[in-house]
């Protein structure tokens, strides 16, 4: 197997910077990593990265874990995914579960019991030459139900800032037209309602109007016309002269 040379644990785990001070140790392989990423461009200039590689890359990674199985089959010049060899061993292991060249890759860390019975633990993924440890499921659920609750209290504190304008527009319009208001609160259509409903059942309760007396005999009553003008005749003078009756300023002046 054509491979690139195995990095020693211990210059993975530490060791020491070029002013001589000891470098930080990487997080141990199994917690939480999935806020960091690894990428070794040097390598990607100089092998190809494919299903036959992509397994020395990911040694060279903080993810890699060198108790796990595929490094004994290493340090034996034994192909690492050999599978015939892993599923006769016991304990740590990875995996390629999916390949897509040469741009994805995605790594199974799992626990193997016996020649059948494996435990997935981790998941990770080399997307165009860099390594990411993938979120579990359960925080891939809390991150989403979060992020929805964020939006709702968004939501609802956007809504009740404008319900809040809403009811100081109202309190505002009702401090400078109290008469309007006023003059719309004493109409009740349903009280006008009532009130029709009772005079309508008293109407029917009633008794008919009884019809207006005759006239005398040999009586006429008078048209419409002359009953109009009735009263004005009455109120005339006929001694009096009309024209003399408006004074010297109304009389008609002849050349």
């Given at each position: ?61 903080p993810f890699y874990d060198y108790t796990c199985n595929n490094e004994q089959l290493r340090m034996r010049s034994i192909h690492p995914l050999d599978i015939s060899h892993l599923s006769k061993m016991t304990g740590i292991e990875f995996m390629v579960s999916e390949v897509m060249e040469p741009h994805l890759f995605v790594m199974r860390k799992q626990k193997r019991d016996g020649p059948e019975k494996v435990t997935p633990m ?134």
């Amino acid at each position: 197997m054509a491979g690139t040379p195995m990095l020693p644990p211990n210059l993975v785990t530490g060791g020491a910077n070029m002013e001589g001070n000891a470098a930080a140790a990487p997080p141990t392989p199994g917690t939480d990593m999935t806020g960091i990423c690894f990428r070794d461009q040097l390598w990607l200039n100089t092998y190809p990265l494919d299903r036959n590689l992509v397994f020395d890359y990911f040694a060279l990674s903080p993810f890699y874990d060198y108790t796990c199985n595929n490094e004994q089959l290493r340090m034996r010049s034994i192909h690492p995914l050999d599978i015939s060899h892993l599923s006769k061993m016991t304990g740590i292991e990875f995996m390629v579960s999916e390949v897509m060249e040469p741009h994805l890759f995605v790594m199974r860390k799992q626990k193997r019991d016996g020649p059948e019975k494996v435990t997935p633990m981790l998941t990770y993924y080399v997307l165009d030459g860099s390594i990411y440890q993938a979120p579990q499921l359960c925080n891939v659920f809390s991150a989403r139900v979060g992020r929805a609750l964020y939006y709702i209290s968004k939501a609802f504190t956007t809504a009740a800032s404008k319900l809040e304008k809403v009811g100081y527009v109202d309190s505002e319009d009702d401090s400078t037209s109290h008469e309007p208001k006023a003059a719309k609160e004493t109409i009740d259509f349903k009280e006008v309602k009532r009130v029709d409903h009772i005079l309508a059942s008293l109407q029917r309760k009633l008794p008919a109007a009884p019809p207006p007396p005759p006239f005398p005999e040999g009586y006429t009553p008078p048209s419409t016309a002359e009953g109009e003008q009735g009263p004005e005749t009455e109120q005339a003078d006929p001694s009096v002269d009309p024209i003399l009756d408006q004074g010297p300023a109304k009389r008609t002046k002849y050349a």
